[in-house]
Structure formats: C-alpha cells, structure tokens
C-alpha cells in the first residue's frame, strides 16, 4: 500500500495512513490475544493432567 501513496491526493495518503497504523494495531491486539489464549490453554491442559491423575488414583 505504501508504494501507491505518492500516486495519492493527500486526503488519501492521510486516509491509507490511518488505515495501516489501524491494521497494524489489530495485529498486535490480535497476537496480545492469541498469546492469551494459548496459556489459558496449557494451564487448561495442565488441569486436566491432574484430574486425570486423581481419577486414576481414585480407582485404585
């Protein structure tokens, strides 16, 4: 996109800027989130380890 922006009036330069920096903004919310979500699902894993382990141990 920014190789086209001297082709641009500046209003649109101004427009396609925002655009980016928005973009750019939803990638990192987007990546802040998936990180988020990738240890709740480890500690979710890990919870279920453990009642797995206590279900074993309860047959006995």
Not at 16 to 21: A, L
Not at 26 to 51: G, N
């Amino acid at each position: 996109k920014q190789a086209t922006l001297p082709d641009l009036s500046l209003d649109e330069q101004v427009e396609r800027e925002d655009e980016i920096f928005n973009l750019k903004q939803d990638k990192e919310d987007v990546l802040l989130r998936q990180t988020e979500l990738k240890k709740q699902l480890t500690q979710e894993e890990k919870r279920q380890d453990q009642l797995r382990i206590k279900a074993r141990e309860l047959k006995w």
